[in-house]
């Protein structure tokens, strides 16, 4: 029933700047964390960023972290992943996901909903 649609990737160039956006349709989020992964050629899907349900507490992989911020706005039902500073190593396809409870979570298994993911290029 829930359905989960990313926006905004593309293709950037390295130490550039993108925006993407998950909007969720179906019920309202505001009672569950959510959270950004990504995916890059031949490796494993891992957490980028984590966002609780008001938005009070986030998480960042140390990969990212000071580069990238992840906000929400449960009145819209959408999470944001601002992503500053690009490098090559970020591009990845980016997965939006809801989780099971308030707080944020860093495992797959603890997601209950998923995106389609949209495709981040960033060339060197």
């Known amino acids: 029933q829930v359905q989960l649609v990313e926006s905004g990737g593309g293709l950037v160039q390295a130490g550039g700047s993108l925006t993407l956006s998950c909007a969720a349709s179906?019920?309202?989020?505001?009672?569950?964390?959510m959270g950004w992964f990504r995916q890059a050629p031949g490796k494993e899907r891992v957490v980028v960023a984590a966002?609780?349900?008001?938005?009070?507490?986030?998480y960042y992989a140390d990969s990212v972290k000071g580069r990238f911020t992840i906000s929400r706005d449960n009145a819209k039902n959408t999470v944001y992943l601002q992503m500053n500073s690009l490098k090559p190593e970020d591009t990845a396809v980016y997965y939006c996901?809801?989780?099971?409870?308030?707080?944020?979570?860093?495992?797959?298994?603890?997601?209950?909903?998923w995106g389609q993911g949209t495709q981040v290029t960033v060339s060197s």
């Open positions: 179906g019920r309202t989020f505001s009672s569950y964390a």
């Open positions: 996901a809801v989780a099971n409870g308030y707080n944020w979570a860093l495992a797959q298994y603890q997601y209950r909903y």
């Open positions: 966002i609780s349900g008001n938005g009070g507490s986030r």
